[in-house]
């Protein structure tokens, strides 16, 4: 979940869906397009709303009603934890010290692993807690509101340090190293960053060569910004393999997933990068020399570590909107302890209206990021496992939202808010990373854009077949000749009204009508562009944006319509921040289709790409200085 430079890991995904669309198209409308094996299973209906979004469909099941995964001995096992671990941040961390010292110290440490925090995702009988994750949310909510560098540290051993022998480890492997991930007291890491792969992680050029015993491999390569690379002692690492198909008998190098130890020798480490922020989560290279890997210690099948990579990663992503969430809460908190006591003028800062906008729009952000955080967690829960684009949105969302919120805090607070006193400007440097690992927003827009489409291309093949036998598909062209042809003239298409409370119908239309414009651009898009649709980036970027604020907006909505159902005490501000995202996020929307569809702006791209590219070739600014004589 949590390391450097992890943008690899969308753009990937990014590739594999751009190759598939423009492998898959057949004229300027019809597209063959096969599933990619991690996306979902072809033979069964998709109930991602966010891909059914792309295709025209309103799939709701796993947004309407939002989610409740929990038992109540599962909640009364998250509330017991709640007091102890606030404890432990307020009476144990030290977290000012932890980012000048660029340390934790063991006593700290010690405490962690008492509390469990270390393992809150290994199953009991192994040593751990044995969360869901909508508990393991809840605690991660609690450490990013005091300290997001030793959430990283946390985050980089109890996720992707242990997930990928949770998920794929044989039951050998699992009995052998969970113990020692959690009771055991020793740390892990996830190395598959390489100081040459940038964004192509599938390009990694660390080798794994099977010994002639056939016992072990023997491994050789450098990773790059490991998160607890210098404590760490097992880790979950990719090396290319030299793997023979079956069915022709070639052989080609697929990059495999093991489990390496430090113990095993030739494994070492470099000094700590010196970052910007994050100061106390460590990070570091890890270098592979001639590292003898036993056979059993292979983590899946062999060949298939992108997958597993990819799995490991998208498990635990919501974990990053988990501790921004904590981290917000904060911020506005001392913002809103400032306005209210702060007088300027003869009045108190909270009654300027520019303040209380700030203050308002602030809150709202909290509350969306905060309630994709629990669908995408509490979906995934309830046994959801088509939730890649929907965790792809919370992450992007809840990354901006956090450097937004944090920005404006500093900025109420004025120049209090730019001393060290202050309490934010630590939180706005460890914030700032967060934008670029686990996928790079940017990359990760493309991902959202581009497997999305993918969807659609499917569906206007699947149209294609059956108006080549209309009488035996009469059915399914009536449906999608009235769906568009509904959508075409603003009546029928999909409607959330019927699924939100009472007081929340306009703000239901208003997501509505943002669903139903979407559809049709993207499909027009389509229609217009063919296969090199996946060069338009500057509409698939804004094609991203939509589909993040649409689903932002279902989101609130079903949150909101739980809490008037329930009547609970915050419906009532639940009820107007919903009313606020809808009307924002609906205006962008309809900006963001605009932009896609405008004469103007297209030109306005290529100017952009123009002077772009000059600058890349003047390795500099392009123009000259006004003082500047010749």
Same mark, same amino acid.
């Given at each position: ?179 020692? @991930?959690?009771?055991? #007291? +020793?740390?892990?890491?996830?190395? $598959?960053? /390489?100081? %040459?792969? *940038?964004?192509?992680? &599938? ?84 270098? @592979?020399?001639?590292? #003898? +890997?036993?056979?059993?210690?292979? $983590?899946? /099948?062999? %060949?298939? *570590?992108?997958?597993? &990579? ?97 920005? /404006? ?222």
């Amino acid at each position: 979940m949590l390391r450097l430079s992890t943008a690899c890991r969308a753009s990937d995904h990014w590739n594999v869906v751009k190759r598939l669309v423009q492998n898959s198209i057949a004229g300027s409308t019809s597209f063959h397009v096969r599933a990619a094996s991690s996306f979902s299973d072809a033979q069964r209906p998709n109930r991602s709303f966010l891909m059914n979004l792309f295709g025209g469909k309103l799939q709701t099941i796993e947004l309407f009603p939002y989610p409740e995964p929990l038992d109540e001995e599962q909640k009364d096992y998250a509330r017991a934890l709640v007091d102890p671990v606030h404890k432990f941040f307020k009476e144990v961390n030290d977290a000012t010290r932890n980012d000048d010292t660029s340390n934790v110290d063991s006593r700290t440490i010690d405490a962690l692993w008492d509390l469990g925090l270390l393992s809150v995702y290994v199953p009991p009988e192994l040593g751990g807690l044995g969360l869901c994750n909508v508990q393991s949310v809840l605690m991660a909510e609690i450490s990013g509101s005091y300290d997001l560098a030793l959430s990283l540290l946390i985050g980089a051993h109890k996720s992707i340090g242990t997930k990928g022998i949770l998920l794929y480890g044989s039951d050998q492997q699992k009995q052998k190293y969970l113990p020692m @991930l959690s009771s055991g #007291r +020793v740390f892990g890491a996830f190395a $598959l960053t /390489e100081p %040459g792969t *940038g964004s192509d992680a &599938a390009s990694i050029k660390t080798k794994a060569v099977l010994s002639p015993c056939g016992k072990f491999y023997i491994m050789n390569g450098s990773k790059l910004w490991i998160s607890g690379g210098g404590f760490a002692d097992i880790f979950t690492t990719f090396a290319q393999v030299e793997v023979t198909d079956e069915q022709t008998g070639e052989k080609h190098n697929k990059m495999t997933a093991f489990i390496v130890e430090r113990s095993f020798g030739g494994v070492s480490t470099g000094p700590l990068e010196d970052k910007m922020g994050l100061k106390c989560s460590v990070t570091n290279e890890l270098f @592979l020399d001639d590292v #003898r +890997v036993p056979v059993e210690n292979v $983590l899946g /099948e062999l %060949g298939s *570590g992108f997958k597993i &990579a990819v799995n490991i990663l998208n498990s635990g992503r919501y974990g990053l909107g988990a501790m921004l969430s904590g981290t917000m809460k904060a911020c506005i908190e001392k913002a809103a302890n400032h306005v209210s006591d702060r007088i300027q003028f003869k009045r108190k800062l909270i009654e300027f209206e520019n303040v209380q906008e700030k203050l308002g729009t602030m809150a709202t952000y909290h509350y969306v990021a905060q309630s994709l955080t629990y669908m995408v967690s509490g979906n995934m829960d309830k046994g959801s496992v088509d939730f890649h684009l929907e965790a792809a949105v919370s992450k992007v969302f809840c990354t901006e939202a956090a450097w937004y919120v944090c920005d /404006e805090a500093i900025q109420l607070l004025g120049g209090n808010g730019f001393m060290k006193s202050g309490g934010l400007e630590r939180f706005l440097r460890d914030i700032r990373v967060f934008r670029i690992f686990e996928g790079a927003n940017d990359v990760l827009r493309m991902f959202i854009a581009l497997t999305g489409i993918q969807r659609v291309g499917n569906d206007l093949q699947k149209l294609q077949k059956a108006l080549k036998n209309p009488l035996g598909n009469m059915g399914m062209i009536l449906a999608e000749g009235t769906k568009r042809a509904g959508h075409s003239v603003g009546v029928g298409g999909m409607d959330l009204r019927p699924f939100v409370a009472r007081e929340l119908q306009t703000a239901a239309q208003q997501c509505s009508e943002s669903i139903n414009t979407f559809s049709n651009t993207v499909e027009s898009l389509l229609r217009i562009h063919g296969k090199e649709i996946t060069e338009r980036q500057f509409q698939l970027a804004r094609v991203a944006d939509c589909a993040i604020d649409i689903y932002s907006m279902a989101t609130v909505l079903s949150r909101a319509t739980r809490a008037i159902k329930l009547n609970l005490p915050s419906a009532q501000q639940e009820l107007l921040m919903t009313q606020i995202w809808c009307k924002e996020a609906s205006d962008r929307v309809q900006r963001n289709i605009n932009r896609i569809q405008s004469v103007s702006f297209k030109e306005n791209y290529q100017r952009m790409a123009i002077v772009a590219k000059h600058i890349s070739n003047q390795r500099g600014i392009a123009f000259t200085n006004p003082m500047e004589i010749d």
